[in-house]
C-alpha cells in the first residue's frame, strides 16, 4: 500500500519541486531520471502485489486506488517509457530544465494516478491534472505564441469531452450504484446509460478519437519528449485504457458498445488516411497514433480487452521509439520534413535501426507486435460484425501504407533537395549522442517483441491476467494481414502514396470546429458583452437617472405646488390677520358695539342649541 | 474569543485614526493584527467541535435592543467557521500586499482594519439585525475604499456600487422585518426563527418575504441580472479593495442564502427552487459568455465571479428539489455551495491582488496592450498561471472540489442542469486564451519594461494560492467542519 502513494507521490513531489524550485537547471536531470526510475521500481512492486488504498476524500466518494490485473499491466509501462523518454529528454531539452522535467514528472504521476483510480473522483483528479500538465508542456516554449495557442486547443478541446466525466459523476449518483469505476454497470438506466455516455466522451476526447482528433495535430507544437510521453504510453494512450476499463459499463448499455467499437475503427481508418497524406514526421505519427489507438478503441467496445492492453502496451512502446527518433533528428538536423531527413537512418545508425524496427512494427510486419495484437482485436471484430472487420483490415492496411512512406523517407539517399530542408525549423546540432539512440533502442526492443503477449504460449497467461480467455487469431488471418503489409510496404518503397488534400488538412476537423463551434461562441460572448453594457446596465442607469429626474419633478413640484400652497395659506393668513386688525380701532363705541353683536349672537346661539 | 476576533480589528483602526501615527508603523500594525486575527482564529478553529443542532459554537451574547427582541448574539459552526477563516486569512493577504503602499496608507490601514471588523462581525452574526448592521455597514465601507483610493471613473462606480447595493439591503431588511412580525414570538434571534420557521404554512407572504430576502442577496452575490454594479466596481477599485469586495463581501449574499433563506423558510425554498436553480445556471453561462467577450483583463475577472457565484446558487438551489433525488445528492451539493465560497474567496482575491500590478505598472488592464509578459516578470507570469487554473477549477485546486460537488450532486437531482458544465469549459477557454495574450508571445506593449512582483505583491497571493493547493488536495480539512452543517441544513431545508 505504501508503495501504492509513492508511486504516485514521488514523481509528483519531485516534480512539483523542481518546477517551483528556483536554479536547479544542472541537477533537474538527474533528479528526474532518478526519480523515474525509482518509480519504475515502484511501479513493478505494485504490479506485482496488486494493492488498494484508499483514504476519505468528499462524503459521496473516497480517494481511491487499486491495482489490478488490467492496470499492473499499464502501470509499469507507463513508467518504464516514462524512464526512457525522460533519459533522451535530460541530453536533448537544453533550456528551463527545472520546469520541463518537474511538469513531466507531474504529468508522469497524473497519468499513473489515472491508471490506478478506483472511482470517478480519483479519476477526474488524476485525468484533469494530466490534461493541465499536458497544456503546460505543449506551451513549453511560450515565447511562440503559436505553441501556447496549440496547448490551449489541446485542453480545451479534451476538456470539452472530460464534462463527460462530470456528467457520469453525477449519473452514478443519480444511479445509486456509487462513484466506484467497477460498480457502475450496476447503475439504474437511464442513469447507466448517461455514465457510459459521459465516459465514452471523455475517452473519445483523450484518446484523440474523431471528432476530437485534431488537438493532436496541434500538440506537435510541443517538444519531442513531451510527444512521445503524452501520445505514446499516456494522455492519448489513457482515453484508449478509459474505455477498456470501463468496457463492461459500454456492454451493460446495449449501445456504447457499438458506438465505441464503430468510431474506434472510424477513427482507425480515416486517421489512418490521414497519416499517409503527411510529410512531416510528428504529424504522420501523431496522425497514426490516433489511427492506432482506433484498434484500442475498437477492442474495448467489443469487449476484448486482452487485445485492446496488447495493443496499448505494443504501440506506447512503438511510438515513443518513434516520436524520439525523430525528436533527436529534429534536433540534430534541424527538420521534421520528409524531405530533409534523407539518410537520417544511415547516418545514425543504432538510432536508424531502432527506428526502422518501430516502423515496421507499426505497419505490421511479422512478428513484431503491432502485427500480432491488432490481429487480435480484428479477430474479435470478426466475430462481432464482417464490416467492422473489413474496415479494421482496410486500417490496417493503410498503417502498413503510412509506416513503408516513413520508412523509405528515412533510409533512403539524401538528394540535391536535401540539404535546402536543413534547419528549416530550428537550428540543428549535427549530433545524437548515446543515451537518446539507447533510449530508442531499448523502446524498438519492445516494438519488437510485444506481440508475444497474444501469441501462444504467453497468450493464455496474459488473457488471464484481465479474467479472460485468450482470442488468439487464427493462423490464415495472421498469414494474411502479414502478407497485406509486406507487400504494401514494398509498394510504397515502390510507388509514392496519394496525398489527397483532405487528408493532408487532418479532414478540416479543425476549421469545422473553429467555424461552428469557437467562433459562434466568440461572437455570442461579444455580444453578450455588448448587451450587458449597454442593455442590462442600461435598464439600472435609468432607474438611476430616472429616479433623478422624478426627484428633480418631485422639487420642481415641492417647489411649486407643496410650498406654493404653504406660502399661499400664509398669505391668506397674513392677509385675514391685516383685515381682522380694523376692528381695533381704539374707539370706544366701536367695541361697545361689537360687544352687543358677539352678545346677541351668544343669545341666539344658545337658543338655537338649547332647543 | 470570538469578540475578540470580530473587534480587535476596529480597536486598532480607532488607533490608527490619530493623525501623528506614522505611516509605517500603521502599516505594520495592520499586519500585525491581521496576524493575530488568524492566529486567533486558528485557534477556534483546532478547538472547534461541531454543536449541537439548534445551536452554535463559542456563542456569546449579551441584551442589545430587548425592546425589538434582538441581542448582540454571535457564534460560529460549521457553515460560517470556513467562511471566517477565509476572512481573515484575505485580509492579512491584503495588509502583507499593502506594505508598499504610499496613498495615505495610514487611513487605508483603518479602514480596512474596520471593513475587517465588519465582515467578520457579519459571519458570526446569530441576530438578524446584527448582521443586518454589519452588512450595511460593509456597503459603505468599500464606498470610500473605492472613491478614495480607487482610479479611473472611481467616485461613479463607487457611488453605483453604493446606491444598487444598498437598496438591495432595504429588500433585505424588508424581509426580515417580515420575519420578525410572522415569528410566534417576534424575535429577531436567528437560532430561534431558524428552529420556528414563521410563514412554513403560508406560501402567500413566505414567498414574498423569501422574494424580498433572496433579491436582496441577490444582488449582493450578484447574480444576473443584478451583477451590473459589479464589474465597474471592479475596474476601478485598488487591487486590496477588489480583493475583499470579491473574496469577502460577494460571500455575504451566498451567506445570507445558508444562513438565512434557507432554513427559516424551507417551505418557501422548496417551492421557488426551480427559479432558483434557474438563476444559477443563467448565472453560471451567462457570467463566463460575457467574461469571455471582455478585454479588460480585471473586468474578465469580475464576470468570472458572477459565473463562480452562479455555481454556489445552482448547488444552494438543488437543496430545494426535495422531490427529485436522494438525500446524499442534495446534501453534496450543498457542501460544495460552501466549499465553493471559500474556494473563490482564496482564488479570486489571489488573482485580484495579483491583476492590480498591471495597472500599477504600466497604467492598464487591457489585454490587447500587452504580450510576451512572462519574459521580464516570471514571478508575475507564474502566479497568474497558476491562478487562472485554479479559477477554471483544475483539480489540485480547491474550486475543483466545489465544482465536482456542485455538479455531481445537480446532475444527480435534475440532469437537466448538466447544461451548467459549459461554464467550466467556457472559463478555460476565457483564462487560457488570456494567458496567451498577456503572457506569451513576443514581449511587447505595457509589457516593455515590466517590473516583476515585489516580495509582498508575490507573497500575499501566492499564500492565497497554496491554501488553495492544500484544501484542493486535503479537503477533508474543510469539509470535517462542513459536512455536518451542510447535513443539518439539508435536513431543515427538507422539513
Known sequence: MTALWLLVLLPALVGAALCLAPRVERLAGAVSVATAAGTLVLAIMVAMTQPTAAVAFLAIGGFTMRVDGLSAIIVPTVAAVTLLVVIFASRDIREARGRFHGLMLLFAAAALLTVVAGNLVTLLFAWEIMGGTSYALIGFWWRDGHRLASGTTAFVTTRAGDLGLYLAAGAALGGGAGLALADLPNAATPWRDLAAAGLLAAGLGKAAQLPFSFWLSRAMDGPSPVSALLHSAAMVAMGGYLLLRVAPLLEATGWADNAAAWIGAATALLLGAVAVAQRDIKQLLAASTAAQLGFVVLAAGLGARSGGVAQLVGHASTKAALFLAAGAWLSALGTKQFGGLAGAARRWRLLGVSAGVAALALAGIPPLSLWATKDAVLTAALEESVWLYVVGLAAAALSAVYAGKLLVAIWRAPDAHTATHLDDAQQGTRHVGPAESVSVAVLAVGAAILGMLVLPPLASAFAGTLGETPVTPGIWELTASGAIAIALVLATARWRPPEPRWATGWLGLEAAVYRGVVRPTLRIAASLARFDDTRVDLVVDHTASGSRAGARWAAAADDRNVDGSVEEVAARIRRAGRRSIRPQSGRLHHYYAQAVVLLAAVVVLIVVVGR | ?495
Request: charged share 10%; aromatic share 12%.
Open chain 2, 1 to 495: 474569543m470570538l469578540s475578540v476576533i470580530v473587534f480587535l480589528p476596529l480597536v486598532a483602526a480607532l488607533v490608527l485614526m490619530v493623525p501623528t501615527v506614522p505611516d509605517r508603523v500603521a502599516r505594520w500594525t495592520w499586519v500585525a493584527v491581521a496576524t493575530v486575527d488568524v492566529a486567533l482564529v486558528a485557534v477556534v478553529w483546532a478547538n472547534f467541535e461541531q454543536p449541537a443542532e439548534g445551536q452554535l459554537a463559542f456563542s456569546e451574547r449579551f441584551q442589545w435592543i430587548p425592546g425589538v427582541g434582538s441581542s448582540y448574539y454571535i457564534g460560529v459552526d460549521g457553515l460560517s467557521l470556513p467562511l471566517v477563516a477565509m476572512t481573515a486569512v484575505i485580509y492579512l493577504a491584503c495588509a502583507v500586499y499593502s506594505l508598499r503602499a504610499e496613498d495615505r496608507p495610514r487611513i487605508q490601514a483603518a479602514l480596512f482594519l474596520f471593513l475587517q471588523t465588519v465582515s467578520l462581525g457579519l459571519f458570526v452574526a446569530a441576530d438578524l439585525i446584527l448582521f443586518f448592521v454589519f452588512f450595511d455597514l460593509s456597503i459603505v465601507g468599500m464606498y470610500f475604499v473605492i472613491a478614495g483610493w480607487g482610479h479611473g471613473n472611481a467616485a461613479r462606480s463607487a457611488l453605483k456600487f453604493f446606491l444598487y447595493t444598498f437598496l438591495g439591503s432595504l429588500a433585505l431588511l424588508l424581509g426580515f422585518i417580515g420575519l420578525y412580525v410572522s415569528a410566534d414570538t417576534p424575535t429577531f434571534d436567528m437560532v430561534e426563527l431558524t428552529r420556528m420557521m414563521p410563514l412554513q404554512d403560508n406560501p402567500l407572504v413566505g414567498g414574498l418575504v423569501l422574494a424580498a430576502i433572496l433579491v436582496g442577496l441577490a444582488v449582493k452575490t450578484p447574480t444576473f441580472p443584478f451583477h451590473t454594479w459589479l464589474p465597474p466596481a471592479h475596474t476601478d477599485a485598488p487591487a486590496i479593495g477588489s480583493a475583499v469586495l470579491a473574496g469577502v463581501l460577494l460571500k455575504m449574499g451566498t451567506y445570507g442564502f445558508v444562513r438565512i433563506a434557507m432554513p427559516m423558510l424551507p417551505d418557501a425554498w422548496r417551492d421557488w427552487a426551480w427559479v432558483i436553480v434557474i438563476v444559477g445556471i443563467v448565472s453560471v453561462l451567462y457570467g463566463a459568455l460575457v467574461g469571455l467577450g471582455q478585454r479588460n483583463l480585471k473586468r474578465m475577472i469580475a464576470y468570472t465571479s458572477v459565473n463562480h457565484m452562479g455555481y454556489v446558487v445552482l448547488g444552494v438551489g438543488v437543496a430545494g428539489l426535495v422531490a427529485a433525488s436522494s438525500d446524499a445528492a442534495r446534501r453534496v451539493a450543498v457542501a460544495g455551495a460552501e466549499f465553493q465560497m471559500v474556494s473563490h474567496g482564496l482564488i479570486t482575491a489571489a488573482l485580484f491582488l495579483l491583476v492590480g500590478v498591471l495597472r500599477d505598472r504600466a497604467g492598464s488592464y487591457d489585454l490587447d496592450g500587452y504580450g510576451g509578459l512572462a519574459a521580464p516578470a516570471p514571478r508575475f507570469a507564474t502566479l497568474f498561471a497558476i491562478g487562472a487554473f485554479a479559477s477554471l477549477g483544475l483539480p489540485g485546486f480547491s474550486g475543483f472540489i466545489a465544482e465536482f460537488q456542485i455538479f455531481s450532486g445537480a446532475i444527480a437531482t435534475a440532469p437537466i442542469t448538466a447544461v451548467a458544465l459549459l461554464g467550466i469549459l467556457i472559463t478555460a477557454g476565457m483564462f487560457l486564451w488570456a494567458i496567451q495574450r498577456l503572457l506569451a508571445g513576443k514581449t511587447r506593449g505595457g509589457s516593455l519594461g515590466f517590473r516583476d512582483l515585489s516580495r509582498g505583491e508575490f507573497w500575499a497571493p501566492a499564500s492565497l494560492l497554496i491554501l488553495s493547493v492544500v484544501i484542493g488536495v486535503l479537503p477533508r480539512i474543510v469539509l470535517d467542519v462542513v459536512d455536518p452543517a451542510t447535513t443539518v441544513l439539508t435536513e431543515l431545508v427538507g422539513r
